[in-house]
């Protein structure tokens, strides 16, 4: 069962999977385990993946944090502090020293990248939990769209000082915004936002009404889990059960 792909402009593309990644081979356009450190991490059910530029894999699994060398050496093994604890959603590289990690926790973790691993992340305690992915947009603003918490955001990198803002429409009840699944800032910079009950929405920057509900752009009530925009500007948007 796929969990995800990571697709970094230039470099290696990997498939992460409940049994490990796989490489892909541009030769033979496909996803393959033959690859040093695939045996390393093939019993691993992975939820997240970077590769930095000491070519270490940073794992999210389903408790904890691995990193990797290219052999497949396991040199760091990262675990929850508190009594919160859950999958590894994300890793963000944030800046060319930085990586942010979400979890289902209430912790955000930040490393800096280097060629020595840190002992232990600073720890960043959000109100809120269950963070499906972080997005950093083009205006600086980090977007944290939860899995029964909302959608928040902070106008700063994250750290123990940061203003972490609730966001909801105006006129509409918390219950329908609490499962936000996928989140995109699109070419124009507005940010869509789906949801498990109320659909699709969209905050723009320019605009004085901020979110758009989804009866407003003709968008059915479906849940939303997935988004993808073409060259074009199209936007495509995956439901769960309905189609594309």
Known sequence: ???????????DAYAFTVSGIYQFNRKDTIFTHEFEAYEAMSEEHVRSLYVDEYERFWVGTLDKLLV???????????????KSRGFITNILRLDNNRLLVSSFSDELW??????????????????????MTVMKDSHGRFWFPTDGCGLWYSEEFP????NFVSILPYG?????????????EDRNGD?????????????CYDQMSGELISSDIGFPPRVCSSFVEDDDGTLYVGTDGDGV
């Open 1 to 11: 069962e796929v969990r995800g792909f990571y697709l970094p402009k230039g470099k």
């Open 68 to 82: 990797y060398d290219k052999h497949g050496t396991l040199l760091k093994k990262y675990e929850f502090t508190g």
């Open 110 to 131: 930040v490393f800096d990248v280097g060629p020595e691993l840190q002992v232990a992340p600073t720890i960043v305690r959000a109100p809120f939990t269950n963070v």
């Open 159 to 162: 750290n123990a000082a940061s």
């Open 172 to 184: 509409v009840e918390s219950t329908e915004m609490k499962k936000i699944y996928s989140i995109l």
């Open 191 to 203: 940010i869509w936002v789906g949801t498990q009950c109320a659909g699709l929405w969209r905050y």
